[in-house]
């Protein structure tokens, strides 16, 4: 095999002086691919670049037919060329065209050549083309000759995706500016059209060549020394406090810093002609391919872990330029790996258009503030912050869980109609306002909100709720960076009670435990957590935290009427105890003379089933019961109620469910005690018709179901659907949903759902 005269470094060192010329990006192009066929000693070396179509066009070759550039183009699945394309990973062969891929094209006189030596040209894990080179003899390319071909393949990525090449291809845009569409969950409702804001900018690597090897050298070294020492510091500290990294991805991240493979690699990258943070660059690039490549979540959760180390060694190398004050232009859609509530709350939000994840699934707390906040998010897109560059136009479509990044005029124009199609019904929801919530036979049905935030209480006004009907009190220490003092969990609830003004709000003690994480508190490890130490429990063992929140709330509320309940109570016992707390917060108000509240009323949520057996008890201890649907249909199913795996396996309108409810309602109304269902089935028309139909008056459901349960009512006759209700019931068996007879009644009746 011939030895490559100079090596990858001269290679580096020519490659930089050809992006220096001043000459024609076709021009520059055509000096590369004869440059780096001659170092390889090839005969053949080509660039393939991926388009906006999907197809991998000829744009620029030594040694085949120079007729066929911008000619040629192929599939993005075809040939060779497409299957390096489709696996981001280098192909080595010595007799091409015995591979199965191998696909012939004539125009370009390629049947002479046997050794083939692909790479894909990868930029943050994107395959933005393929780079080639060929010979006739049927030689074998040694791992130097590839790893410098990956190398050189990185100096042209950031040539294409400069957008440098675009004027050589008219018409096509290149794949690193393609539309693209994908598919995550749904967070928050709603669709956003905006602007890319990235929440952690990426770190532009500028410098890809060295100047001064010793020195790249050098830089990288210290880098990863000081990157593992101050990743040991965070070990040893073992706390997780103020870091929000628990333990043990501390240590795994600690392990791939001394991982032998991934540093040899760098090394290597540099020994090759990269500054040091080209060589981090490129090794991350790999990685990042391969890791949206990985199925299997485990593996790709550690090849994440893999890509932060790399960022933290960017970090370390060029700087961080964070985007310090927080200020967002017009129409920011923030994208981000993963983000905390509090950063979300620390964003203008006026400019605020939607939110787009990596990570985060329905229930984490980002979810619920997004939706607090009516911000449309989506979380689960794989490799979200590398699809996009900032200021790239993107849509959020929180209702499926999609986005389309730089999107193609048909598809911005089909999402602008949808926003007019919603505004429209947002503005006929916005007319029954005033309405008063009573079916047609005359029934009326209390409609309040869901908060547990202060801004949720702006929707009061907007949606002409009831009132309060769960304020979710966890969500403040759960946004908060260490716990809440006394005086400050008084001031908001005063600001609550100051909102809400004459409105009845119903104020549930802290909900923690499960997956409501406080961040500054010891993370319990329990093998069941959603069964474990939690709500109540917790309230109960440790009554100080308990009573701190009882006395803020009776403080609050001096002068004024007070609903108080109580999550996850499982007996009536608990509830007693629970009541007894608070008998001796009031004894020790009064004692000091503090004022009263006017009026406290004590409720308790059902949402463990074992309440279902003590129903009359519990009916006749409490003031009032809220029912926790989310919950209650977790427990009674025995189904996570995060586990998309399962969530379909049950329905909440099959009669096992129904007779749950019922049972709650007639218990209830027959021990004078008031019922709420306040899960998220009282915010869906069907659902909630069916509560109304099982003797349900109240129901508390997010700000933006208000409208369409408002608008059901109206149109509803609640003895005709207590009736079908009751027929449905008596007649289908087998668990059998009533979802179908429900939804035929409504249909029947023009009771919109
Ligand atoms: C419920 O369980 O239905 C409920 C309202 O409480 P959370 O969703 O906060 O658990
Ligand atoms: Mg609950």
Avoid at 108 to 122: D, I, N, S
Avoid at 135 to 160: D, G
Wanted: charged fraction near 25%.
């Amino acid at each position: 095999m011939p030895a490559a005269p100079g090596g990858p470094r001269l290679l580096l060192r020519r490659l930089r002086e050809a992006m220096a010329e001043p000459v024609s990006p076709q021009a520059r192009l055509d000096r590369i691919v004869t440059l780096i066929a001659a170092n390889v000693v090839a005969e053949v070396c080509s660039v393939y670049v991926l388009s906006d179509d999907n197809t991998l066009e000829l744009f620029a070759t030594e040694g085949l037919n120079r007729e066929a550039v911008h000619l040629t183009r192929m599939r993005a699945d075809e040939g060779l060329v497409g299957l390096i394309a489709q696996t981001a990973e280098p192909l080595s062969l010595s007799d091409a065209q015995s591979h199965p891929s191998f696909s012939y094209r004539p125009e370009t006189g390629e049947e002479a050549y046997h050794a083939f030596l692909g790479v894909p040209l990868l930029r943050a894990g994107n395959t933005l083309g393929v780079l080639v080179v060929q010979n006739k003899t049927y030689r074998v390319y040694s791992e130097e000759e590839i790893e410098a071909l990956q190398t050189t393949a990185m100096v042209l990525s950031e040539m294409i995706a400069s957008g440098e090449l675009q004027a050589l291809a008219p018409g096509a845009g290149s794949a690193a500016r393609r539309a693209v569409s994908q598919r995550g969950v749904a967070l928050a409702d709603g669709i956003g059209l905006g602007h890319v804001v990235l929440h952690e900018p990426r770190i532009v690597v500028k410098r890809l060549i060295a100047e001064n090897l010793d020195r790249e050298v050098e830089r990288l070294e210290q880098a990863i020394g000081e990157v593992r020492s101050a990743i040991d510091d965070l070990v040893e500290r073992g706390d997780s406090i103020g870091t929000g990294e628990s333990r043990e991805v501390l240590e795994t991240v600690r392990m791939f810093a001394h991982d032998k493979g991934w540093l040899r690699r760098m090394r290597e990258a540099v020994q090759s002609g990269l500054t040091a943070e080209a060589a981090v660059e490129r090794v991350q690039s790999d990685n990042r391919a391969r890791m949206m490549r990985q199925s299997d979540p485990y593996l790709r959760d550690r090849l994440h872990d893999l890509d932060d180390l790399a960022n933290r060694l960017l970090r370390t190398l060029i700087g961080h330029e964070g985007n310090g004050d927080r200020v967002l232009p017009e129409n920011a859609i923030l994208v981000a790996r993963s983000m905390g509530p509090a950063a979300l709350l620390d964003y203008d939000r006026t400019a605020l258009r939607g939110v787009v994840l990596e990570e985060g699934g329905p229930t984490s707390h980002i979810a619920i503030v997004a939706r607090a906040l009516g911000i449309p998010a989506v979380g689960e897109i794989a490799n979200a912050t590398a699809l996009c560059d900032a200021g790239d136009a993107i849509i959020v479509d929180g209702a499926t869980g999609e986005i389309q990044v730089r999107p193609g005029p048909e598809i911005e124009a089909a999402y602008g109609e949808m926003v007019r199609v919603r505004a429209k019904r947002q503005e006929q929801y916005r007319a029954l306002r005033d309405l008063p919530a009573v079916t047609r036979d005359g029934v009326a049905i209390g409609l309040q909100l869901n908060a547990g935030l202060l801004i949720d209480l702006t929707h009061l006004a907007e949606t002409g709720a009831d009132g309060i009907g769960l304020f979710r009190t966890e969500l403040q220490f759960m946004v908060a960076q260490r716990m809440p003092s006394a005086a400050e969990q008084q001031t908001l609830y005063e600001a609550v009670f100051t909102a809400t003004g004459d409105l009845p709000v119903t104020i549930r003690t802290l909900d923690i435990g499960g997956d409501k994480i406080l961040p500054y508190m010891p993370a319990l490890e329990e093998e069941n957590p959603a069964l474990g130490w939690r709500a109540i429990r917790i309230g109960l063992d440790r009554p100080a935290l308990l009573r701190v929140q009882l006395r803020a709330l009776l403080r609050a509320a001096g002068g004024r009427p007070l609903k108080i309940m109580f999550p996850m109570v499982a007996t009536v016992d608990e509830f007693t105890r629970a009541k007894a707390i608070v008998e001796r917060e009031k004894a020790h108000l009064r004692r000091h003379g503090h004022p009263l509240p006017s009026d406290c009323k004590l409720g308790v949520m059902v949402e463990v089933p074992s309440l279902l057996f003590q129903i009359d008890e519990i009916a006749r201890a409490a003031d009032f019961l809220s029912v926790g649907s989310n919950d209650l249909m977790q427990f009674l199913f025995a189904v996570d109620r995060e586990n998309r795996r399962v969530a379909g396996r049950f329905d909440t309108l099959s009669v096992p469910a129904l007779r749950a409810f019922r049972l709650i309602a007639e218990r209830a109304a027959a021990a004078g005690c008031p019922a709420t269902v306040c899960g998220e089935i009282g915010g869906k028309p069907l659902e909630a018709m069916a509560l109304i139909g099982l003797g349900f008056r109240h129901l508390s459901m997010s700000p933006a179901a208000i409208g369409p349960v408002k608008a059901m009512v109206l149109a509803l006759d609640a003895a005709a659907i207590a009736a079908v209700i009751d027929a449905e019931m008596a007649r289908a068996g087998d668990g059998a949903t009533l979802r179908p007879a429900l939804s035929a009644f409504a249909k029947a009746h023009g009771v919109p759902i």
